[in-house]
């Protein structure tokens, strides 16, 4: 498999998942609000956190307020990971290996970036007056594009890419929301209110669609359960492990190979140490430092992973620049 390919199919299922991950964030930070106990301020720049797009906001806006929060994490191509900016990279990517993907994926990536450009053309598109429609319609289009390829995509090296594209996003989305709730929102408050950290634990298991799992099997809705649930469950398809686990396995598939000691390179060996330090971890250690440095630091492991992914399999040099302890990384994908 070209590397072109395997990083165009690697890539459009990234856009996808996080323009899925974005959309159901936003539409419960939306809900959140109309919950928050009166005495508490209204607070937006948690989402810019969450999603790293901070700096950028700032370069444009002034305030993080509602409306202007919103429309830049939604329509703004100025934001490359706005929900507009990924489907419409998800879309190119997949009109590059229309050979590789079948005719329903793509319809479906094409279908759901022309709905929202239409939607985009309206005089002052108003998606804080209809969000959970608008959001609702979203997420559900990825999830459709994801659901048509698990039903009718063969397991060959391209479904393995994409799913590590997936599986390594939603590990680092699902971070990044349960830092950002916890850490920027209840984080610095002299006395948290019971009542506000129900709200936001809430909120955390629904920015991530966990929240009637993990109730089906915790009584105690409190950040410790909560935290350990979303980065140590092996069942639940959108917590930490879980999507290490998946990650990790495909990118053996693809190298041929089965986890041991000894990996065949360094992006599988780097993700196979990744697995298991967060697998192995206790609550006590997620907790020991803070939780805050511990989604830091698995933030950057994941990072390197897919740092390492790119230059084993995406970044191929010609044969005649390549050094013989090179040979690792010159394969073809």
């Known amino acids: 498999m070209l590397s072109r390919v395997a990083n165009s199919i690697y890539w459009t299922n990234r856009y996808m998942e996080r323009a899925e991950n974005y959309a159901r964030f936003i539409s419960v930070n939306l809900n959140m609000r109309l919950d928050l106990p009166p005495d508490v301020e209204e607070r937006w720049d948690p989402l ?3 999603t790293a797009d901070h700096s950028l906001f700032y370069r444009y806006y002034d305030h993080p307020t509602r409306d202007n929060v919103v429309y830049f994490l939604t329509f703004d191509k100025q934001n490359p990971n706005s929900i507009a900016s990924c489907l419409q990279a998800a879309r190119e990517n997949a ?17 759901l970036h022309l709905r929202l450009i239409e939607f985009a053309k309206l005089p002052s598109p108003d998606v804080t007056g209809n969000a959970r429609l608008f959001f609702d319609d979203i997420r559900n289009g990825c999830l459709l ?16 890419f994409g799913q590590i594209g997936r599986f390594l996003e939603r590990a680092d989305k699902s971070s990044r929301f349960l830092d950002a709730k916890y850490f920027t929102l209840i984080h610095g408050q002299e006395q948290t209110n019971y009542l506000l950290e129900l709200i936001v634990s809430t909120a955390v298991l629904k920015s991530v669609g966990a929240y009637t799992m993990f109730r089906q099997t915790h009584k105690a809705l409190n950040r410790a359960n909560i935290a350990t649930f979303l980065i140590l469950d092996r069942l639940f398809p959108r917590t930490i492990v879980y999507s290490l686990l998946q990650a990790e396995n495909s990118l ?15 992006a599988e060996n780097l ?3 990744l697995r298991s330090d967060v697998e192995h971890s206790t609550q006590e250690e ?15 492991r994941n990072n390197e992973v897919d740092n ?3 230059n084993t399999y995406f970044d191929l040099k010609p044969a005649a620049e390549q ?3 090179d040979q690792a990384q010159s394969r073809q994908a």
Do not use: C
Not at 95 to 111: G, K
């Open 48 to 50: 810019l956190v969450a």
């Open 95 to 111: 009109r590059t290996i229309r050979e590789t993907i079948n005719n329903e994926m793509w319809e479906s990536v094409n279908s």
């Open 145 to 160: 594009f994801q659901g048509i390829a698990d039903a009718t995509f063969t397991r060959n090296e391209a479904w393995h």
């Open 252 to 266: 053996y598939a693809v190298g041929g190979n089965r986890p041991v000691p000894d990996a065949a390179n360094t």
């Open 271 to 273: 993700l196979t140490q």
């Open 286 to 300: 997620i907790f020991k430092n803070n939780l805050h440095h511990y989604l830091d630091w698995f933030q950057t």
């Open 308 to 310: 390492a992914i790119f």
């Open 323 to 325: 050094l013989p302890g």
